[in-house]
């Protein structure tokens, strides 16, 4: 399988009054084409930082960042952002909101066709018939499906994820996990999701990529072996075999935080 994404030796400090920041030492990671990484990893261990790498929002002080076999230099239109708080403008209705990309990557789109792009994905997140409110309408969960639609209205290659689940309330994040897989069957893509909850890295991904503390290096990378056939199910969490791929990876978050001792292999 090709990687869509190569992060190859990445080193990169933030510049402070009191000095360099190290928050990335040779971080080297992959992710094949259509698959979906879940980044875990202790608190500003350098994970936002990942991202803004992959966007091309920031270049890395040494090492390089590969996307489609290019090296990232500058920010890339074939990728899509959702962050935890989805930022919506006020004055357009959602379906504006949502059509917002394609304005700037496919201005030549015809706006009846722009518009029946943006209602196939509202439809798909179950926002049809409320397209023309407006954000503050909107409850935090209904905003969330909106900016993920605005994501990916352009076909991006791929999609990364900044917690964007981490602000909800336990119900509303299940139902939008959910959400993702219907996405992700309709709109293949591959997706690159930072987050802190174990269980939403193993219900939504392909593979769970663990960084160390700060400066941050790839720790350990578990390849997800969810049970059952078909789409993921909910109550596959509560299985042995989820049990004890939570255990494991709970184990390499303390071994990150230094609370832990590595065990000899």
């Known amino acids: 399988m090709t990687n869509l994404i190569e992060i190859k030796g990445v080193t990169h400090a933030y510049r402070t009054p009191n000095g360099p920041l190290p928050v990335l030492e040779d971080l080297t990671l992959s992710v094949p084409e259509g698959e979906f990484a879940a980044v875990v990893g202790p608190s500003g261990c350098g994970k936002s930082t990942l991202t803004r790498l992959v966007a091309g929002l920031m270049k890395p002080d040494t090492g390089e960042v590969w996307l489609h076999g290019e090296r990232v230099r500058s920010p890339r239109k074939t990728v ?17 909101n949502v059509i917002l990309p394609l304005e700037i990557v496919a201005p030549s789109m015809p706006r009846a ?13 179950g926002l049809a018939g409320f397209e023309n409110k407006r954000p503050s309408e909107f409850s935090g969960g209904m905003r969330q499906r909106a900016s993920l639609c605005r994501a990916i209205v352009h076909r991006p290659d791929v999609l990364i994820m900044d917690e964007p689940f981490g602000a909800l309330d336990a119900f509303t994040r299940e139902d939008l996990w959910q959400t993702m897989h219907a996405l992700r069957a309709q709109e293949p893509f591959t997706a690159v999701l930072i987050t802190h ?24 990378v578990m390849d997800v072996k969810y049970p059952g056939t078909g789409p993921r199910q909910l109550d596959g969490l509560y299985t042995p075999e989820c049990a004890t791929m939570l255990a494991t990876l709970r184990e390499q978050i303390q071994i990150a935080q230094g609370r832990v001792a590595p065990k000899e292999a």
């Open 80 to 96: 899509g952002m959702a962050f935890q708080n989805p930022v919506m403008l006020e004055w357009r209705t959602i379906l504006e």
């Open 113 to 125: 066709q722009r518009r029946a792009r943006a209602m196939e994905l509202l439809e798909l997140v």
């Open 197 to 220: 909850d174990l269980r939403e890295s193993v219900y939504l991904g392909d593979q769970v990529i663990v960084l160390s503390g700060r400066p941050a290096t790839t720790q350990y």
